[in-house]
Nanobody
Framework: QVQLVESGGGLVQAGGSLRLSCAAS????????MGWYRQAPGKQRELVAT???????KYADSVKDRFTISRDNAKNTTDLQMDSLKSEDTGVYYC????????????????WGKGTLVTVSS
């Protein structure tokens, strides 16, 4: 199995910054993309940012120019630097990876972390 573990959430004032980190471990065959989703109270989970291996990053319009995603492909990690935070950024942030387990190398799968809470106070 592949496990994703997030860290770095917390409480911050509007205008502040937080950095989220995620590490993938376990029976990894390959990871094609890693990214971040979030779910605000009463809303559906939405894409925040994602980065494919060897490719460019993609951001939700609401976070462009404020959030920056980075990856270390060798370590199977991804970070999300969040600046100029707004109250509407509040939610549970989930790390996501799309890849293949070593036990099923022909099957692409989505893997999810358990989430980390980000609260932005206004």
């Amino acid at each position: 199995q592949v496990q994703l573990v997030e860290s770095g959430g917390g409480l911050v004032q509007a205008g502040g910054s937080l950095r989220l980190s995620c590490a993938a471990s376990g029976s990894i065959f390959s990871i094609n993309a890693m990214g971040w989703y979030r779910q605000a109270p009463g809303k559906q989970r939405e894409l925040v940012a994602t980065m494919i291996t060897g490719g460019s990053a993609k951001y939700a319009d609401s976070v462009k120019d404020r959030f920056t995603i980075s990856r270390d492909n060798a370590k199977n990690t991804t970070d999300l630097q969040m600046d100029s935070l707004k109250s509407e950024d509040t939610g549970v942030y989930y790390c996501n990876a799309y890849g293949r387990e070593s036990t099923r190398p022909r099957t692409g799968m989505n893997f999810w972390g358990k989430g980390t809470l980000v609260t932005v106070s206004s």
